[in-house]
């Protein structure tokens, strides 16, 4: 299945502070490319399950989302530094 994948607004600026902290802000983007990537297709057998969503890593980030699949959605909750 493909899934459309969105950043909540606190996620992404989240993204942004780690990209600006960053001593390398190539790997950051590459990894943030990446993760949308891998979330597109099967989504819902991506990571690890943790309570009602799901992690995934992808170094240097780590992100919660959770899978919609009627919606065929996963939306990304929290990023942070793995």
Known sequence: MIYTVVWLP???QELAEIWLRASD????TQ???????????DAHLKGQPIGN??????????VRFTVSP???LVTITWV???
């Open 10 to 12: 606190a996620a992404e």
């Open 53 to 62: 969503g799901r992690v995934y890593v992808d170094d240097p980030l780590r």
């Open 70 to 72: 009627n919606d065929c």
């Open 80 to 82: 942070e530094e793995s």
């Open 25 to 28: 802000r190539r790997a950051v």
């Open 31 to 41: 990894a943030s490319d990446r993760i949308e990537r891998t979330l597109r297709r």
